[in-house]
């Protein structure tokens, strides 16, 4: 199969998964109302940001020093294996500590939600760490699979869960990362080709310094919900609005999740073959990709508001108001998540960084617009926005700035 249409099929089936973040977030609106969203926007936003922190930027760097053949996949693998006990405390503390402070959305009690949250963060990042792994044996059918699985898991298992009354929502994220650990597992162990080179210092060495502007990108990129939801929060803000505000995400949550799925396969690939000079097209199609799924997204303004509350309720017509501002950054979130692997795959890693610490930033720098919008849910959407915008902003300028010192 040729890689173009290896990709293709990648596309085809990560869709699936990117399709059942629509679908729960939908279902759980019928089913339950504004408060469960609510609290499901909470529990993936503090899941999302431990498995940020906890992996360390590593998978990425996995990639980079597999491909050079600096580290052999089994001695990465070992490596992720030890560090579940780490995940599993660590992640229990956080939690622990975090729902503490907000008993209302620990629905079986602080402890027994943080520990089966703490099982979710453990395994989503073991999952993740050999998810980059098998990256580099195969980027077909297989991964985009393993990509999809864990969207489609949460699906099925929050929405029987809630509809049927039989489990929490926190018992949807802890089996469903399980499983999703489980199908990481039995795809390396079919995939995994062993390397009989020894494994020197400099080799770590690289790794390391590969993986660390990633952990900061995946740190700022997962934190920025977090930040908004946190920022929303001390503003006084209900479950209820979080519940919103997740249902108004549902504009930029399938472009980013499907962009996002894809852009791994191509740093894979882009660490191979993509030179500086080859960035430069590569991110004129990327800005022409992007503008057209910004104009499919402003055909969706004039019947948002309509299709929305018919779909989930009149319940929802605050969110659908509160969505039109995410529409209109497409362009820029789509844009962004192609162009920063590439950059990344061509050493000028510090541009993403820089970018996306732009975007956690601006729920604080833009917090004074609460006062000037007195919608809370649109507040929200509209620093998202903004944010998106800055981000673009400043990785094309500092990308043409990499460019222009050292055109090679």
Do not use: C
Not at 104 to 111: D, T
Not at 243 to 255: I, T
Not at 258 to 271: G, K, Q
Not at 322 to 332: I, T
């Amino acid at each position: 199969m040729s890689a173009r249409r290896n990709l293709i099929l990648n596309v085809v089936i990560q869709t699936m998964g990117a399709a059942s973040s629509f679908v729960v977030i939908a279902a759980l609106a019928r089913l339950a109302g504004p408060a469960v969203q609510g609290e499901y926007a909470v529990f993936k936003s503090l899941v999302d940001v431990q498995v940020a922190l906890l992996t360390l930027g590593l998978p990425s760097g996995f990639v980079y020093v597999i491909n050079k053949g600096l580290i052999s996949t089994s001695t990465l693998s070992r490596w992720s294996a030890r560090g579940i006990p780490v995940f599993l405390v660590l992640g229990g503390l956080i939690t622990a500590v975090y729902l503490g402070t907000r008993s209302e959305l620990a629905e079986q009690g602080v402890l027994v939600t943080a520990g089966l949250l703490a099982v979710a963060v453990a395994a989503t990042t073991f999952y993740a760490l050999l998810r980059g792994i098998v990256l580099t044996q195969t980027d077909g059918a297989g991964f985009a699979w393993l990509s999809a699985f864990p969207p489609i898991s949460l699906m099925a298992l929050a929405i029987v869960g809630v509809g049927m009354g039989w489990w929490s929502l926190a018992v949807s994220f802890a089996a469903s990362s399980l499983l999703a650990a489980l199908a990481a597992v039995m795809l390396y162990r079919s995939s995994a080709l062993p390397m009989a080179r020894p494994v020197d210092g400099s080799a770590w060495g690289t790794l390391r310094k590969q993986s660390f502007h990633s952990f900061l990108q995946g740190l700022f990129q997962s934190g920025a919900i977090f930040a908004t939801i946190a920022v929303m929060q001390g503003l006084g803000a209900r479950v209820i609005d979080i519940g919103h505000f997740n249902v108004a995400s549902l504009a930029v949550v399938g472009p980013n999740l499907l962009v996002a799925m894809i852009a791994p396969v191509l740093y894979s690939r882009w660490t191979k073959t993509l030179t500086r000079a080859g960035r430069r097209p590569l991110i004129s199609r990327s800005l022409r990709m992007a503008v057209v799924m910004q104009v499919l997204a402003l055909m969706l303004l004039p019947v948002i508001t309509p299709l929305l509350t018919f779909l989930l309720g009149a319940d929802y017509r605050p969110a659908a108001v509160a969505m039109m501002p995410l529409l209109l950054a497409v362009l820029p979130l789509a844009a962004t998540r192609i162009i920063a692997p590439a950059l990344q795959a061509t050493g000028d890693t510090s541009v993403a960084t820089v970018a996306w610490g732009i975007r956690l930033a601006a729920p604080f720098v833009l917090m004074p617009l609460a006062w000037m919008i007195d919608d809370i849910v649109l507040w929200a959407t509209v620093i998202t926005a903004i944010a998106e915008y800055a981000a673009l902003v400043a990785m094309l300028l500092l990308a043409a700035r990499r460019s222009r010192l050292s055109p090679a």
